[in-house]
């Protein structure tokens, strides 16, 4: 059966080089620990875990925005028509170039289709890049790179914490206390309204 997803592959850059310095006992807990968090997202954004990949995962999403809003340590994105086997496995050329993509990616870089970046939320800064040769393809790749942007003012998403200025918010309203609360989007907004304990924090996001 031919279906249209969109898949995104992730991974810990530097894990190899973080268990030879650490040791294995150091090097699960911190594997756990993404795991949970990668867990605790994509299930807020109805986004399904195809399948771990040791140290990275494969992403499964029907529709476009879920996957590319939360940014990751490192990841590639590509959407298109693929063949669905057996209920729970993906065949195609989108599987192969988002697990490209990814593997070409620098550490906090999401490299992309041209296609794809039309979904980044505002708080993601898209940056055009010259094709890129990736291992199995004839031709070089057209890409482009999501980033964070950096700006002055930004405070942490409550949920998920991500750094966010109110102008780049999916929604800002004021706290409890009187400040400003601002939401990265729509998920984040409705767990915060759900009455969820936080679960994030400017800390967690970066590493």
């Given at each position: 059966m031919?279906?249209?997803?969109?898949?995104?592959?992730?991974d810990?850059?530097?894990f190899?080089?973080?268990?030879?310095?650490?040791g294995?006992?150091?090097?699960v807990?911190?594997l756990?620990?993404f795991?949970?968090?990668v867990?605790?997202?994509t299930?807020r954004?109805?986004?399904?875990?195809?399948?771990?990949l040791?140290?990275?995962?494969?992403?499964?999403?029907?529709d476009?925005?879920?996957?590319?809003?939360?940014?990751?340590?490192?990841?590639?994105?590509?959407?298109g028509?693929?063949?669905?086997m057996?209920?729970?496995?993906?065949?195609?050329?989108p599987?192969?170039?988002?697990?490209?993509?990814?593997?070409?990616?620098g550490?906090?870089?999401?490299?992309c289709?041209?296609?794809?970046?039309a979904?980044?939320?505002p708080?993601?800064?898209?940056?055009?890049?010259?094709?890129?040769?990736?291992?199995?393809?004839?031709?070089?790749?057209?890409?482009?790179?999501?980033?964070?942007?950096?700006?002055?003012?930004a405070?942490a998403?409550?949920?998920?914490?991500?750094p966010i200025?109110?102008?780049?918010?999916?929604?800002t309203?004021?706290?409890?206390?009187?400040a400003?609360?601002?939401f990265?989007?729509?998920?984040?907004?409705?767990?915060w309204?759900?009455?969820e304990?936080?679960?994030g924090?400017?800390?967690?996001?970066?590493?």
């Amino acid at each position: 059966m031919r279906v249209r997803r969109t898949f995104a592959f992730i991974d810990l850059g530097g894990f190899t080089e973080y268990t030879e310095t650490n040791g294995d006992q150091e090097a699960v807990w911190v594997l756990g620990l993404f795991r949970w968090h990668v867990r605790e997202v994509t299930t807020r954004r109805s986004v399904r875990v195809a399948k771990w990949l040791g140290d990275g995962a494969m992403l499964v999403s029907v529709d476009e925005r879920p996957v590319i809003s939360p940014l990751v340590l490192r990841g590639g994105l590509a959407a298109g028509l693929v063949l669905l086997m057996e209920g729970d496995d993906y065949i195609g050329r989108p599987v192969n170039l988002a697990a490209r993509l990814s593997q070409e990616a620098g550490r906090h870089e999401i490299l992309c289709t041209p296609n794809l970046s039309a979904w980044a939320p505002p708080w993601a800064e898209v940056r055009p890049r010259d094709p890129v040769p990736l291992r199995g393809f004839r031709d070089p790749i057209k890409v482009a790179e999501l980033r964070f942007r950096d700006e002055v003012g930004a405070v942490a998403d409550p949920v998920c914490g991500l750094p966010i200025s109110a102008d780049a918010a999916w929604e800002t309203r004021p706290g409890a206390d009187g400040a400003v609360v601002s939401f990265c989007s729509p998920s984040c907004a409705e767990t915060w309204d759900d009455g969820e304990p936080e679960v994030g924090g400017t800390e967690s996001w970066r590493h």
